[in-house]
């Protein structure tokens, strides 16, 4: 069995990088006022249309983001309706070949002490005997993950526009959200706030204020 950290990582972070450009020339249509843009009026631009709560146009601009969580957090993360994703299947996906090294590989939940984590240890390398037993007699992919633990390596890329992944950050990033959901989010916003802070500064800004 392998243990492994979650992580969060923008694929394509060009596109948070141009956005404040890119929802200038598109935001300015709606006041017919193209004319205004100079080189350095996009940021101003973006920061007045979300202070008036006219997100709709950094719907524009979408950025694409690889989770690397247990299936537990990516059941939260699939609730976010307005955003495409695109999931490891452990209907298809066969841990007991070579490409997996024979095993499964598991996320350690945070806050643990060293009994609950030896605890932990256990019944995730009971769960992977019990999944490789049933391979072996016979039981395809798809039945045999009946016995997988919540705590499964899974990895997904989720796609979602600005207003969407600003929702997802502040609820994301919450007190209230699970604690190994903020410990690939708070560092993502960090990400996303270092490419664009005009769009995401704000909320980094309230997470720190927490």
Same mark, same amino acid.
């Given at each position: 069995m392998?243990?492994?950290?979650?992580?969060?990582?923008?694929?394509?972070?060009?596109?948070?990088?141009?956005?404040?450009?890119?929802i200038e020339s598109i935001g300015?249509?709606?006041?017919?006022?193209?004319?205004?843009?100079?080189?350095?009026s996009a940021e101003k631009f973006c920061s007045g249309i979300i202070k008036r709560g006219h997100e709709s146009v950094i719907e524009h601009v979408s950025v694409s983001?690889?989770?690397i969580?247990?299936?537990?957090?990516?059941h939260e993360l699939?609730?976010?309706?307005?955003?495409s994703f695109s999931q490891e299947s452990t209907r298809y996906c066969n841990y007991s070949k070579e490409k997996f090294n024979n095993e499964i590989t598991v996320i350690k939940p945070p806050g643990m002490d060293a009994n609950q984590e030896a605890h932990?240890? /256990? %019944?995730?390398?009971?769960?992977?005997?019990?999944? *490789?037993?049933?391979?072996?007699?016979?039981a395809s992919p798809q039945i045999a993950r009946s016995v997988?633990?919540?705590?499964?390596?899974?990895?997904?890329?989720?796609?979602? /526009? %600005?207003?969407?992944?600003?929702?997802?950050?502040? *609820?994301r990033t919450s007190p209230?959200?699970?604690?190994?959901?903020?410990?690939?989010?708070?560092?993502?916003l960090k990400d996303f706030a270092a490419l664009n802070s005009v769009i995401f500064g704000e909320l980094l800004e309230l997470k720190i204020g927490d």
């Open positions: 392998n243990i492994i950290e979650p992580s969060a990582k923008i694929i394509n972070p060009e596109s948070l990088m141009r956005a404040s450009k890119y300015r249509v709606c006041y017919k006022s193209e004319d205004l843009a100079t080189e350095e983001v690889r989770f969580c247990d299936r537990g957090v990516s699939v609730r976010h309706r307005i955003a932990w240890q /256990n %019944l995730c390398t009971a769960a992977e005997q019990a999944y *490789l037993y049933m391979l072996r007699d016979g997988l633990p919540n705590s499964l390596k899974t990895e997904l890329v989720m796609t979602a /526009n %600005l207003r969407e992944w600003r929702l997802f950050f502040k *609820l209230a959200a699970h604690p190994q959901m903020r410990q690939i989010t708070i560092p993502l």
